[in-house]
């Protein structure tokens, strides 16, 4: 951290560093690999009290250890660097493919393909940016590249009576909205799912039910544009 013209650092447990600022782990000692305020770490030349002082009005090693922790650069390697920016493209390509179907075929794309569809159109990751935002963006971008759509999927399932109740309970945390459900000689539902669910009821249905229940793709229900948040 640059404060007052000098540099200060702290050694700590980059893995923790993010969880403290979550406020997931309330233990100083956890994050710090000693409590001493450095010029330099990997010199080992320790900040002088005076310097502390006037950069921080005070010469707490805590309390100055917690305000670098908090507004202070995280300094990762080259390698680490890149390490994250490709979990975060990835975790971006993931959560489109599971909110965005193709509208033509009304069938979800796969990961692969959205990494792909980024790369065409030279995406780079954005550090200080959350992956649902960037997801939101990517979608408007792959727009102009790609058929994409933002949408909820209509299925209708049909499940056996033997099957039913205990195939519903198994579906309920894969089903968004359950818009009707008819119970006779079989269980039959009209519900909203994400996209990325889709693969997932499709296959609990064929192995649960030996091929005997179906599953139909309705139609598509549009997210409107103006629905910034995924859940």
């Known amino acids: 951290m640059k404060k007052g013209g000098k540099r200060f650092e702290i050694a700590c447990y980059k893995n923790k560093v993010m969880s403290w600022r979550s406020g ?7 994050v710090l690999q000693t409590s001493s305020v450095f010029n330099n770490v990997s010199k080992g030349q320790v900040a002088k009290k005076d310097d502390l002082s006037k950069a921080f009005g005070t010469d707490d090693l805590t309390e100055i250890c917690k305000q670098i922790l908090a507004k202070g650069e995280l300094q990762v390697s080259d390698k680490e660097r890149q390490s994250q920016l490709e979990t975060s493209f990835r975790d971006i390509a993931t959560i ?14 796969t990961v692969n393909l959205i990494e792909r569809a980024m790369k065409d159109i030279h995406y780079s990751v954005k550090a200080n940016k959350s992956t649902k935002q960037q997801a939101l963006e990517v979608i408007r971008q792959l727009k102009d590249s790609i058929e994409i759509q933002r949408a909820h999927m209509r299925l209708r399932l049909v499940l056996p009576a033997k099957d039913g109740k205990r ?27 994400d996209p990325g669910c889709f693969r997932e009821i499709d296959e609990l249905i064929r192995c649960e039910t030996k091929g005997k229940g179906s599953l139909e793709v309705l139609s598509l229900k549009d997210v409107e544009e103006g629905d910034e948040r995924l859940e």
Do not use: I
């Open 24 to 30: 997931a782990e309330k233990d100083l000692d956890e």
């Open 96 to 109: 489109v493919a599971e909110k965005c179907v193709n509208p033509e075929t009304k069938r979800p794309y």
């Open 167 to 193: 195939l519903k309970e198994k579906l309920k945390p894969l089903l968004k909205v359950v818009e009707s459900e008819d119970f006779d000689d079989q269980l039959e539902m009209v519900c909203l799912v």
